[in-house]
């Protein structure tokens, strides 16, 4: 039997995709309504996160926050027998992941994941996974059927939630940048459709690599696109999105990092330099 704690929108379609597999599963949410609208699925809905895991050989968490998992885990704890293994999908700080696995009385493993709620009911997306080596050998095979790729990032406890953290930074950050895009497009009297347009015949992510081995290496002195010529390039943007009574995000912190550096006396480095602060 297995027991999930916190049916969200995530938790509650890994919920159904086991079931559908033929899986007993005891679920709990703070919002009991949301655990009780799982048992039309064939789950079994609890009041009490102890007595849903109480028989649970293993107990999968989504919540909210640390808080959250460190509460929930707590109010559990009287369920859980000495075989009792615990996979937590939340997104949680790093060194507060390694302190709950060094404290924890059962096996505990942390499995955050790249995956939206469609993810989880037709198990596709990414799974990661860092901790004891035993104890990722003894579920993976059950975690692979309930996402696309379970990726193993060794022994370290915290550093799947690191890579968590980073990979939602990227994604908050591209998101972002193509919601300033596409308010510059229309500023610029395109339609929204140009963005799309662009990415036809021009590919920023392959420069990516280059733009990583120049950062990495601080390699500033020998530009390929100078701070001064950069700095032009978004005054333009900037210029533009005033026109069009648009307010970008992104621009104005990029801006004033270039002019600190530019009233450095840098304005023939590489415009890379706006990685580094200023000091």
């Known amino acids: 039997m297995i027991a999930w704690l916190g049916t969200g929108l995530l938790g509650a379609n890994f919920v159904r995709a086991l079931t559908a597999r033929g899986k007993t599963v005891h ?25 849903a895991v109480r028989g649970a050989s293993r107990v999968h968490i989504t919540l909210k926050d640390d808080e959250t998992v460190d509460d929930i885990l707590s109010r559990a704890s009287s369920g859980f027998s000495k075989d009792t293994i615990v996979v937590d ?11 709950r696995v060094a404290r924890s009385a059962v096996r505990f493993l942390h499995a955050p994941v790249f995956m939206g709620p469609p993810n989880a009911l037709a198990a596709t997306g990414t799974m990661l996974v860092s901790g004891e080596p035993d104890l990722i050998a003894a579920v993976k095979p059950e975690l692979a059927k309930m996402t696309g790729k379970v990726v193993e990032l060794g022994d370290d406890p915290s550093r799947a939630a690191s890579m968590k953290l980073l990979g939602n930074h ?31 015949f021009f590919n920023p992510g392959l420069q990516l690599p280059a733009r990583m081995a120049r950062l990495q ?42 002019d600190e550096w530019i009233g450095r006396g840098r304005s023939d480095d590489d415009w890379t330099l706006v990685s580094k602060k200023a000091e």
Do not use: C
Not at 27 to 51: H, I, M, Q
Not at 94 to 99: E, F, R, Y
């Open 217 to 258: 290496a601080e390699d500033y002195e020998n530009p390929s696109w100078t701070l001064a010529m950069a700095r032009k390039d978004v005054r333009l943007m900037q210029e533009a999105a005033r026109d069009g009574n648009v307010e970008l995000m992104a621009l104005p912190g990029i801006a004033e990092r270039m």
């Open 170 to 200: 990227l994604i908050v950050v591209l998101t972002v940048g193509v919601s300033d895009s596409l308010a510059l497009a229309e500023s610029l009297g395109l339609t929204r459709n140009a963005l799309g347009e662009l990415l036809e």
């Open 89 to 99: 999908h939340t997104t949680t700080a790093p060194a507060l992941t390694a302190q």
């Open 27 to 51: 679920v709990w949410n703070r919002s009991p309504a949301k655990a009780r609208a799982l048992e039309e699925a064939g789950a079994r809905a609890f009041d009490d996160p102890a007595d």
